[in-house]
C-alpha cells in the first residue's frame, strides 16, 4: 500500500534545474562541434535526395555515428552524474548503432529514398522537425537557449530524426530498430512529465507517429 502513494515525480534522482544545467555544461563544451552536427543533419537531407544504395548506406552510418556519440558523450560522460540508469541509456544507444550499421552495411542493405508515398512525406517532416524544430521548443517554452537540445549531440532529437527516417527505408523498416527509440521516447516523455514541463508530451507524440509511419510501412510492403 506505501508503493501506491508514491509518484512519478518521487522517483527522480534530480531538479529540473539540475536537469537542464546538464545540457547546458554539454553545449559548453562541444561548441563549436555543433556547427559539425547541424551539417550532419543537412547531409542526411541532401543524401535522400540521391536514393542510390551509397546514399542510403551514408545515411544510415551518420545515425549510427550520432547515436554512438550521444551513448558517449552525453549519456557516459554528463547523464551519468545525475542518474545511475544512464550507463544503461549509453548501452542501449550502442546497441541501436550497431544495429543500424548492420543494416547499412550488411548484405540486406536497407534502401532510404527521397519520400514518394503520403506515408513517406510524412515521415520525412518528422525528419525536419527534429532536425530543426524540436531543439527550438525549449527556448519557446522558457529555457535558455544555452541549453537547446541538438541533433547527433543530445538524445530526442536524434532518437526522433530516426524514426523519421525509418519509415522511408525499403523494402520495409525492420521493427527491431524501433524498439530502443520507442523506449527512449517514452522514458523521455515521463522524465519530463515528473519534472512538470510544459513540452513533456512532445518526444512521445513524436515516437508515436515515428513507430505509426514505420508499421504502415511496413504492413504496405507485406
Known sequence: ?????????DLLLFSPRTYYRLFELHNRALWPAHLAFLGAGASILVLLRRSTPWSSTAILVLLSACWVFVAWAYHLE?????NWAARYFAA??????????????????????????SVERAAFGLTLFALFVEPLIGPLVGRDWTQLEVFGATPDPTVIATLGV??????????????VPVLWCAISGATLWAMGQPDALVVPIAGLIGTTLALRKAKALA
Open 1 to 9: 500500500e506505501d508503493w501506491l502513494t508514491y509518484r512519478l515525480s
Open 78 to 82: 554528463r547523464y551519468v552524474t545525475i
Open 166 to 179: 525509418l519509415p522511408m527505408a525499403s523494402p520495409r523498416p525492420p521493427r527491431h530498430l524501433l524498439i
Open 92 to 117: 542501449a544507444f550502442a546497441v541501436q548503432a550497431l544495429l543500424m550499421l548492420w543494416h547499412g552495411l550488411g548484405r540486406r542493405r536497407l534502401l532510404v529514398a527521397w519520400p514518394r508515398s
